[in-house]
């Protein structure tokens, strides 16, 4: 009897244990891996903004407001993601490539789609969950919301336009066309993916916008732009 009894104790202590174990692992996914990212995401952010330089620079009117990026390398921060839907200081880095790793720094930009401004599709990918969760509320996001996507060459305006809900195979969301693959682009689009349901990678949220219209730094981005709509998140 007390050998049974030291064994069901034993177990009693192995499964406190292993419980004690997986409440910290979910702790650190949940809760550590965001207080980790956004610190390096801001710092990552803030190394943009010195290296884009202040904005309504003189040296920079002559710059053409089409102007587009052509080429970034792999893993690299290229841009700014603002959206004034999820509240004034929201801002996420932007990087070349949707590997794993890059998904942890921040927005990550399908290689081979348009870059900010160009016509075609500019597609990015962003956690929901984890690691700064940067797509937290990308499900709030509502018709005619503005996003605006800030390089070293302008600010590019996006609004939003409409949301679908789909497979995570079906990746004709990122054509140049979305949703029309081996149609020749004629705007330029913004799309925005993020798993779906919360805690679940079986579905892929996604977001639609337009252009609206690329500003040089030179000129500033004017103050309307970044208005918190009513409802605004964060």
């Given at each position: ?9 034993t ?7 292993l ?20 610190r ?18 003189p ?5 053409d ?5 052509t080429?970034?390398p ?9 959206i ?88 004709e ?9 081996g ?10 993916t ?14 639609f ?7 040089t ?14 409802g605004?998140?964060?």
């Amino acid at each position: 009897m007390k050998r049974l009894q030291r064994g069901v104790r034993t177990l009693g202590e192995v499964f406190i244990t292993l419980a004690l174990f997986l409440f910290l692992f979910i702790a650190w996914q949940l809760w550590w891996t965001d207080v980790t990212a956004n610190r390096a995401q801001t710092v990552t952010i803030h190394a943009l903004e010195r290296s884009f330089g202040p904005a309504g620079t003189p040296a920079r009117a002559a710059a053409d407001p089409k102007a587009v990026l052509t080429k970034v390398p792999f893993g690299q921060a290229f841009a700014i993601m603002r959206i004034p839907r999820f509240g004034a200081d929201y801002a996420r880095p932007v990087l070349q490539g949707t590997d794993t790793d890059t998904l942890t720094k921040g927005i990550a930009h399908y290689p081979g789609t348009a870059f900010p401004g160009q016509v075609g599709n500019f597609a990015v990918a962003g956690h929901r969950t984890t690691y700064g969760k940067p797509f937290s509320n990308i499900d709030l996001l509502q018709s005619g919301d503005i996003i605006v996507v800030e390089t070293k060459i302008n600010y590019v305006v996006y609004a939003v336009d409409r949301h679908v809900i789909v497979a995570p195979d079906q990746v004709e969301v990122i054509a140049p066309v979305p949703q029309h693959p081996g149609v020749q682009p004629k705007q330029a689009w913004l799309t925005m993916t993020a798993c779906h349901p919360r805690f679940s990678a079986n579905q892929r949220y996604v977001v639609f916008a337009k252009l609206v219209r690329s500003i040089t730094r030179a000129s500033g981005l004017p103050a309307s732009y970044m208005a918190a709509p009513v409802g605004t998140v964060g």
